[in-house]
Nanobody, 122 residues
Framework: QVQLVESGGGLVQPGGSLRLSCVAS????????MGWYRQAPGNSRRELVA????????MYADSVKGRFTISRDNAKNTVDLQMNSVKPEDTADYYC???????????????WGQGIRVTVSS
């Protein structure tokens, strides 16, 4: 069973930095894409923060462009999110996501971590 485990969350002051990490286990195959989503307190919607697509493409939410950077290690099946110049509106539960397409060798699936809280406050 594929499992995603996030780490690195916590309390950070506005303007500060934080690095989130996600490790995937339970598969020896890489993912088609890995990324981060977030869900703000009191908001039922989970929004895309950043995604790294196999082949070198990355996508960012407009609200984090220039501040957040996603990086991925396919060999280790890990994905990190470097968060700089954080703002109070970045406060949310952050979820690691990984998608693996179905192939003759891979069952495939869309996987989620448990989520990790990031609080931006002075």
């Amino acid at each position: 069973q594929v499992q995603l485990v996030e780490s690195g969350g916590g309390l950070v002051q506005p303007g500060g930095s934080l690095r989130l990490s996600c490790v995937a286990s339970g598969t020896r195959y890489s993912f088609n894409h890995m990324g981060w989503y977030r869900q703000a307190p009191g908001n039922s919607r989970r929004e895309l923060v950043a995604v790294d697509i196999t082949g070198g493409s990355t996508m960012y939410a407009d609200s984090v462009k220039g501040r957040f950077t996603i990086s991925r290690d396919n060999a280790k099946n890990t994905v990190d999110l470097q968060m700089n110049s954080v703002k109070p509106e970045d406060t949310a539960d952050y979820y690691c996501n990984a998608f693996q397409a179905v192939t003759p060798f891979v069952a495939g699936g869309n996987y989620w971590g448990q989520g990790i809280r990031v609080t931006v406050s002075s």
